[in-house]
C-alpha cells in the first residue's frame, strides 16, 4: 500500500555524493523537498548545493543518528561503486554493514520512511552482491520500518554504458517465453527512469514493505519526453 497523494518531505540520505545521489538530490529540492546529506567530512564539498550537509561515517550511526531530524524519509544509496567478481567481502563490509547502520539509524530517529535499492534476484551472476543484498533486504524487513525497495539490475549513464552492447539480446530473450520474464526482470534502465522512481518513492511513500522491481521502475512517470530510452533509443 501506498500514499497516493505526493507531500513534500524531509529527506536524509546516505550516499548523496555517488552515482544516483548526486542526481537525485537536485531533484527532490527541485520538487519541494528539504534534504539533508550524509558524506565523509572530506566528501562534504562534493554534495549537490541546496541540501545540508551532514559530516558522519555511514558505517557507523552513532556518527550522525542524531543529525537525521526532522527528516521523516531515509534514502540509503551506500554501496560499493561498480559491483564485480573481486569485491565480494566490499559488498559485506560496506553494502550491508551501512545497511545495518542505516536502519539502526533510522529507527533511533523513528524515520517513517526508509528506501533502500537494493538487486534485481534471482540472476546467474554475482551471487556474493545478490546476496549481501537479500541479507539487507530482510534486515529492513524484520526492523518493522515502512520501506520502499526497489530492485534495479543495472542503471545506464554517465561511467555506466557498456550494457548498451547488450541491448540486442536483451531484444532476443523478450521475445522467447522461456526468458521473457528474466529479460524483464534483469532488464538494463536508465539513470532518468532510476531517478524518477526514487523521487517516486520518497513522493509516495509505502505502509508495509513495497518491492519495486524493473519492470515497475521501467514505468514510473517523471521522466522528460526528450530523455533516452531504456533500450538506447530516443524518444526525441
Known amino acids: 500500500m501506498i500514499d497516493t497523494n505526493p507531500v513534500h518531505h524531509s529527506v536524509f540520505i546516505t550516499g548523496g555524493t555517488g552515482y544516483l545521489g548526486r542526481g537525485l538530490i537536485p531533484r527532490l529540492i527541485e520538487c519541494g523537498c528539504t534534504v539533508r546529506a550524509l558524506a565523509r567530512p572530506e566528501s562534504l564539498p ?6 545540508t550537509a551532514i559530516a558522519g561515517n555511514a558505517l557507523d550511526e552513532r ?4 543529525e537525521i531530524s526532522p527528516a521523516d524519509t531515509f534514502v540509503h544509496l551506500v554501496g560499493v561503486s561498480h559491483p564485480g567478481p573481486g569485491k565480494a567481502e566490499l559488498f559485506r563490509t560496506v553494502d550491508l554493514a551501512s545497511t545495518e547502520a542505516a536502519v539502526k539509524a533510522a529507527l533511533h530517529a523513528r ?3 526508509f528506501v533502500y535499492v537494493s538487486v534485481a534476484h534471482p540472476a546467474p ?3 556474493p552482491y545478490i546476496e549481501a543484498r537479500k541479507a539487507a533486504e530482510a534486515i529492513i524487513y524484520h526492523s518493522g520500518l ?3 525497495i526497489l530492485r534495479p539490475w543495472y542503471v545506464l549513464g554517465p561511467g ?3 550494457p548498451y552492447l547488450l541491448i540486442p539480446f536483451y531484444k532476443i530473450c523478450e ?3 522461456a526468458t521473457a520474464e528474466s529479460a524483464a526482470r534483469l532488464g538494463l534502465l536508465t539513470l532518468p527512469r532510476m531517478l524518477a522512481a526514487l523521487q517516486n518513492a520518497v513522493e509516495h511513500p509505502a505502509q508495509g514493505i513495497r518491492i519495486v522491481e524493473a519492470p515497475e521502475i521501467r514505468r514510473t512517470r517523471g521522466v522528460p519526453s526528450k530523455m533516452i ?3 538506447g533509443t530516443s524518444n526525441a
Open 160 to 162: 555506466h554504458r557498456w
Open 146 to 148: 515502512n520501506a520502499t
Open 125 to 127: 551472476v554475482m551471487k
Open 63 to 66: 556518527t550522525y543518528q542524531d
Open 46 to 51: 562534493k554534495l549537490p548545493g541546496g541540501c
Open 175 to 177: 521475445k522467447i517465453p
Open 229 to 231: 530510452n531504456d533500450n
Open 111 to 113: 524515520i517513517k520512511h
